[in-house]
């Protein structure tokens, strides 16, 4: 089979049926990473780590090694695998609840350090496996069951925006908001996401790829409502584009290259 | 090699190295901080991995982390920075990966103090983490035995793929004694292959190792705590260690104590044999596993009238005395946890109004 012709599964996927509901965009998220690591020749050598949330379970559609985190730890076990094990490819995968309310912390930290790891930041402003409670991404006046009469940013303040707020920090190398709401965006989603691995492998400090995703069922939509609404809500509020690129910074504080 | 003169905590860093665990995160505590201190300079001249951590929450997810892809790892603290680290403790345990943790207790609860302390029994023994988990548990009494334990814990944590918990009142890291390091304990990390998460890659396998403790089937849950449950039970059977002191004598009164504690009960005996009052002590090297029988046995001597735990708590082991005597003798506790470790003449005068 000649390859680039032929539309199959990419090796770093498991032939596993994902609990995701319809119109969810962790399948294509994950889909990317996998073509990304089959593309760069990095399964044997890498680790991901799952959060808690609706990706817990994402280790079980991956074919390499994985970690399962606690709730927003995942870049602290990041840092501890690629401490001690600088040549393994580290990345998490985490969405909006476990990373910008649990664990800020850990990312900014992890981020500041210039750890050598990836990380994937899922963000569907909105917590998903507890069932659809207010995160710190939730738009103002979107409905959640915490937030029934919509997020009043009066009392609980406006959404963050990570890209934004990593990306103020000295020492991150790369940082980038994308989304997969369309095939041209999720083209350069994955784009983004094998760049981020290509400053890993080359030694650069820490990168960092925020996507943009839906979440039809919390949202109370159809798949494309929900793709509608994250077009005409989300993007407005978290505009798309590279935040930090080591190029722009001519040398990056911990750039090793 | 030659005795050399050291602080305890800094020994125990050493130690680390010495057990050959190149790997160390950390955040610092009063009154352990000296280890990170020591570890900052030491680990780069040996080519090791030193990191101070943003808090003891992160810390103990960066020893994970690193313990899930199979590298010899370990972190110091103290009391309040053990209670943050219980959970990545709780999850080590469930997800059955080696480490090592020290804590060199000081007082508390709540914020507490920085003196001495043993007020974290409970918290070790018997989980200060969620879920049923134990940790291997050994409490040294001296500079000497810190040295020990914590190069004979790296091979039970791997043995075990269990957390170890070296247990220290904060004497034990701040006060200076000879120390030596054995190089018999020195050992190799054991192979990881089989559940590390160290690269498909570089164990030239197709199978992917998976670290987790999520077990969301109610089989599955109940049989990995069956799993860690027999491992317990085999620490029952094959870690217990104790020393006894005076138990030759036709002692009236049993200690039982632990750590530095211990010591200051061994100078109360020393006199009150001077007195003619014969007194025995069980020193509980291990906590988890606890030397139940050792203790019973003692206790069970023909002319003991009683028994006592003496800890700088408010009664914690005392607990496990009671468990481990099964109400044939009564059981006292005598302690203290301001900080103020119980004189030996507190400990004469409380032994003497047993009698």
């Not at chain 2, 006894?244 to 002692?251: A, E």
């Not at chain 2, 003991?304 to 700088?312: D, N, T």
Request: charged content about 20%; hydrophobic content about 40%.
């Amino acid at each position: 089979m000649a390859k680039g012709k032929t539309f199959a599964k990419p090796e770093a996927l498991s032939d596993a049926v994902t609990h995701y509901c319809p119109g969810c965009t962790h399948g294509v998220i994950h889909r990317l990473i996998a073509e990304v690591i089959d593309e760069l020749g990095i399964r044997g050598k890498t680790v991901g780590i799952a959060p808690v949330g609706c990706a817990v379970l994402a280790y079980n559609y991956f074919t390499f090694d994985f970690q399962e985190a606690a709730h927003g730890r995942a870049p602290a076990m990041a840092t501890g695998i690629k401490r001690v094990r600088p040549d393994l490819v580290v990345f998490t995968y985490q969405g909006d609840g476990d990373l910008a309310s649990i664990g800020m912390g850990e990312i900014i930290h992890a981020a500041n350090r210039g750890e050598k790891f990836t990380t994937i930041f899922v963000n569907n402003a909105v917590y998903g496996m507890t069932g659809g409670q207010m995160a710190p991404t939730t738009m103002p006046n979107q409905r959640t069951t915490t937030s029934p009469f919509g997020r009043d940013v009066n009392d609980v303040g406006m959404p963050i925006r990570m890209a934004e707020l990593l990306s103020s920090l000295a020492t991150p190398a790369y940082v980038t908001r994308q989304t997969v709401l369309k095939p041209k965006t999720i083209n350069k989603a994955k784009k983004a996401i094998k760049r981020a691995f290509e400053y890993q492998l080359a030694g650069r400090c820490f990168s960092f790829v925020e996507v943009v995703s839906t979440c039809p069922t919390n949202w109370g939509m159809t798949p494309v409502e929900a793709i509608q609404w994250a077009e005409q809500t989300m993007l407005p509020y978290y505009p798309l584009g590279d935040f930090k690129t080591p190029e722009a910074d001519g040398q990056a504080a911990k750039d090793s290259v | 090699m030659a005795k050399v003169l050291m602080k305890g905590n800094e020994a125990i860093g050493e130690a680390a190295i010495r057990a050959g665990c190149l790997n160390y995160f950390a955040y610092p505590i009063t009154p352990q901080s000296e280890v990170a201190e020591y570890l900052s300079r030491r680990m780069p001249e040996v080519g090791g991995v030193f990191l101070q951590g943003e808090s003891e929450v992160a810390v103990s997810y960066m020893i994970f982390g690193a313990a899930a892809c199979g590298a010899r790892v370990f972190t110091t603290s103290s009391s309040p920075g053990i209670s943050l680290m219980s959970e990545a403790i709780s999850y080590i345990a469930a997800a059955q990966c080696p480490a090592v943790f020290v804590n060199i207790m000081r007082g508390g609860p709540g914020l507490g103090g920085i003196l001495p302390s043993q007020a974290d029994y409970f918290q070790s023994v018997k989980g200060g983490g969620h879920g049923d988990y134990r940790l291997l548990v050994m409490a040294p009494a001296s500079v000497q035995e810190a040295v020990e334990m914590v190069m004979q814990a790296f091979p039970l944590s791997e043995k075990y793929r269990n957390p170890v918990m070296i247990l220290g009142d904060g004497l034990i890291g701040q006060m200076m004694e000879p120390v030596e390091f054995p190089d018999h304990l020195r050992t190799e990390p054991t192979n990881k292959d089989d559940w590390a998460t160290n690269g498909m890659a570089f164990r030239k396998s197709d199978k992917r190792n998976l670290v987790k403790s999520l077990f969301l089937d109610p089989d599955q849950l109940n049989s990995n705590n069956l799993t860690l449950k027999a491992k317990y039970e085999q620490m029952k059977q094959e870690e217990i260690r104790f020393e006894t002191y005076n138990t030759d004598s036709d002692y009236r009164v049993l200690l039982v104590s632990y750590g530095t504690m211990s010591r200051v009960c061994r100078t109360a005996i020393d006199q009150l044999k001077e007195e003619g009052v014969e007194v025995g002590m069980v020193r509980p090297q291990t906590l988890f596993p606890f030397p139940e029988e050792a203790v019973r046995t003692a206790a069970g001597k023909a002319g003991c009238r009683a028994v006592a735990s003496i800890e700088m708590s408010m009664g914690q082991m005392v607990e496990d005395v009671e468990r481990s005597v099964r109400g044939s003798l009564p059981v006292h506790w005598y302690g203290k946890c301001g900080g103020d470790v119980p004189t030996p003449e507190e400990i004469i005068d409380f032994t003497r109004s047993l009698l």
